[in-house]
C-alpha cells in the first residue's frame, strides 16, 4: 500500500537536544510539507520541499532545520532553540508543487512533548 | 487578513442523524476548498476538492457545498455513523501566495 509513514509516534526531548522526526513516503510524489498541530489553532506551514535537494521555510520554522536528500524521505529535526516544541507533527506529500486540484496526502503524525 | 473560519466548533449528534457543519473564508484570490476528515491521533484524510466553477461534491455519505460568491461552504453528513466521530477541517487554497489556509476544524462526536 502506498503511504507515508512518520516515527516515532511519540517523542519525548530533553532540555537543550535536539530530536529528529522521521517522514518517508511511497508515492512517488515531488512535494513534501511539514506541519504543527496545537490545539484549538489550524494546522501551521513549518518547511516545504519542491525537489530532491531544495525546501524552503513555511509561516513557522525557527527553531526548525529539514534535509531533502532524498525523493521519498523528508525528516525533521526540532532543535534546542524551539522552545515550545509540545505539538502533533504531521508530514505531507503532494504529487507535484502546488499540486494544483490535487489532495495533500499526511502521515498519521508524530507528538513530540518536552520532558 | 486571509482566513478560515469554522462553526460550530463542535457538535453532538445522535447516531443515524444528519448534520451540517459551516465553513466561511475571506481568502482572495480564490484556488480550491477542501474539506478533511482528521480521527483522533491520525493525520487529515481528503473527502472532497472543489473549485470555483464547482458548488456540489459528494463523497459517499458526504456532500459538500461551495457558494464562491458569498465564500461559504459546508459539509453535509447523511445517516451519521459511530465512525464519523472525528475533527472536520476546511482548507482553503488561494491568497497572494496561493497557499493553504487551514481551518480550526469542527470536532463531531456521533453517540449510540
Known amino acids: 500500500d502506498g503511504g507515508i509513514t512518520q516515527s516515532p509516534k511519540y517523542l519525548f526531548r530533553k532540555e537543550g537536544q535536539n530530536v529528529t522526526l522521521s517522514c518517508e513516503q511511497n508515492?512517488?510524489?515531488?512535494?513534501m510539507y511539514w506541519y504543527r498541530q496545537d490545539p484549538g489553532q489550524g494546522l501551521r506551514l513549518i518547511y516545504y520541499s519542491q525537489i530532491v535537494n531544495d525546501f524552503q521555510k513555511g509561516d513557522i520554522a525557527e527553531g526548525y532545520s529539514v534535509s531533502r536528500e532524498k525523493k521519498e524521505s523528508f525528516p525533521l529535526t526540532v532543535t534546542s532553540a524551539q522552545k515550545n516544541p509540545t505539538a502533533f507533527y504531521l508530514c505531507?506529500?503532494?504529487?507535484?508543487?502546488?499540486?494544483?486540484?490535487?489532495?495533500?496526502?499526511f502521515g498519521d503524525g508524530t507528538r513530540l512533548s518536552i520532558l | 487578513k486571509n482566513q478560515v473560519e469554522q462553526s460550530p466548533q463542535s457538535l453532538i449528534i445522535l447516531e443515524g442523524k444528519n448534520c451540517t457543519l459551516q465553513c466561511n473564508y475571506t481568502v482572495s484570490p480564490f484556488s480550491n476548498l477542501r474539506w478533511y476528515k482528521q480521527d483522533t491521533g491520525r493525520g487529515p484524510v481528503s473527502l472532497t476538492i472543489?473549485?470555483?466553477?464547482?458548488n456540489t461534491k459528494s463523497n459517499g455519505r458526504y456532500t459538500a457545498t461551495l457558494d464562491a460568491d458569498t465564500k461559504q461552504s459546508s459539509l453535509h453528513i447523511t445517516a451519521s455513523q459511530l465512525s464519523d466521530s472525528a475533527s472536520y477541517i476546511c482548507?482553503?487554497?488561494?491568497?497572494?501566495?496561493?497557499?493553504?489556509?487551514f481551518g480550526t476544524g469542527t470536532l463531531l462526536a456521533v453517540q449510540p
Open positions: 505531507a506529500s503532494s504529487i507535484f508543487p502546488g499540486e494544483g486540484n490535487q489532495p495533500q496526502h
Open positions: 508515492l512517488n510524489h515531488d512535494a
Open positions: 482548507v482553503v487554497r488561494g491568497g497572494a501566495t496561493n497557499k493553504l489556509i
Open positions: 472543489m473549485t470555483f466553477s464547482e
